[in-house]
Nanobody, 128 residues
Framework: EVQLVESGGGLVQAGGSLRLSCVAS????????IGWFRQAPGKERMPVSS????????AYLAGLSGRFTVSRDNAKNTAYLQINSLKPEDTAVYYC?????????????????????WGQGTQVNVSS
């Protein structure tokens, strides 16, 4: 059974930083594309970033790359999303998602429907 478990969310003041983690099990993590998405209250789930299998294969939603940094540690089966200079509009539930290369996905993607596996999310609240 594939499991993705996010952590690292919380309440932070505007201007602060958080590092979200996504620990994966039950899949070949090193051969999996990882995506990060977020859903604000009353809004649809939106892409944030994705990290592929090859070095440098990273994608960010336009406008987010300056404050968001995605990374992965294959030895720990963990992906990270560093968020700096947090803003109140970053308040959302943040989800990680995964898709294995053997299922046809070979590069980072922000398309949510490309991912088969999802975590339960971690809440990020940014106060002004």
């Amino acid at each position: 059974e594939v499991q993705l478990v996010e952590s690292g969310g919380g309440l932070v003041q505007a201007g602060g930083s958080l590092r979200l983690s996504c620990v994966a099990s039950g899949l070949r993590f090193a051969d999996s594309i990882i995506g990060w998405f977020r859903q604000a209250p009353g809004k649809e789930r939106m892409p944030v970033s994705s990290i592929g299998i090859r070095d440098g294969d990273i994608a960010y939603l336009a406008g987010l790359s300056g404050r968001f940094t995605v990374s992965r540690d294959n030895a720990k089966n963990t992906a990270y999303l560093q968020i700096n200079s947090l803003k109140p509009e970053d308040t959302a539930v943040y989800y990680c998602a995964a898709q294995e290369r053997e299922k046809g996905l070979v590069e980072a993607t922000l398309r949510w429907h490309e991912y088969d596996y999802w975590g339960q999310g971690t809440q990020v609240n940014v106060s002004s």
